[in-house]
């Protein structure tokens, strides 16, 4: 049972315009997302982080919705440059405690192009 | 300042044989976890620990064991490699209970 699903495995963007990945989820309990981005032959990195209380959170040139009557979260990439260029794995987590808990979703490979 | 450190990056195994895949930290982390990847797959924790002598199971620990005698170390242990195993291994810390990662670089193991 997919908790957290990526429903699009790639997207291709132009470079300046907008990237647009999103996540959806079914357990009612998760209460706080994040996004990692991940290089090939590397590990995840943090990106961004958004808690259930909010329903928007930037940084930069990366903003996270949440919608959580819709169970969807998105990640908006403005603009988008061609270091962006990576898989974006969401996760979510239900409860204090430790990492133990993030359930991954299966990632979305973008593409930005010149 | 390292981070979290794997090795090895690659390895083959033969069907039955053990191998350990390091991983250590620099950062002072208490929490330390083992995850793997399989293809088109999300992260699956194996095997997580919250400080030294403390371990615990994840959500795929079969096939596994960890040991955790330093905060800087956090072994993984694969007793009769499977090719069920064959997978991407990543090692990760994170300070308290956050839940920001510092993922290490990966092991990417092939059993045939």
């Known amino acids: 049972d997919q908790q957290v699903k990526q429903n699009s495995p790639s997207l291709s963007v132009q470079e300046g315009r907008i990237s647009i990945l999103n996540c959806d989820y079914t357990?009612?309990?998760?209460?706080?997302f994040l996004w990692y981005k991940k290089y090939p032959a590397e590990g995840p990195t943090f990106l961004i982080s958004?808690?259930?209380?909010?329903d928007k959170n930037e940084d930069g040139r990366f903003t996270v919705f949440l919608n959580k009557s819709a169970k969807h979260l998105s990640l908006h990439i403005v603009p988008s440059q061609p270091g962006d260029s990576a898989v974006y794995f969401c996760?979510?987590?239900?409860?204090?405690?430790?990492?133990?808990?993030?359930?991954f979703g299966t990632g979305t490979r973008l593409q930005v192009t010149l | 300042n390292a981070g979290v450190t794997q090795t090895p990056k690659f390895r083959i195994l033969k069907i039955g044989q053990s191998m350990t895949l390091q991983c250590t930290q620099d950062?002072?982390?208490?929490?330390m976890y083992w995850y793997r990847q399989d293809p088109g797959m999300g992260l699956k924790l194996i095997y997580y620990?919250?400080?030294?002598?403390?371990?615990d199971k994840g959500e795929v620990p079969n096939g596994y064991n960890v040991s955790r005698s330093t905060t800087e170390d956090f072994p993984l242990r694969l007793e009769l490699a499977a090719p069920s195993q064959t997978s991407v291994y990543f090692c990760?810390?994170?300070?308290?209970?956050?839940?920001?990662?510092?993922f290490g670089s990966g092991t990417q193991l092939s059993v045939l």
């Open positions: 950062m002072n982390h208490n929490y």
């Open positions: 620990s919250v400080g030294a002598g403390i371990t």
């Open positions: 990760a810390s994170s300070a308290g209970t956050g839940l920001r990662l510092f």
């Open positions: 357990n009612s309990m998760f209460d706080y």
């Open positions: 996760a979510a987590s239900s409860g204090t405690g430790t990492a133990s808990k993030l359930t």
């Open positions: 958004i808690s259930s209380i909010k």
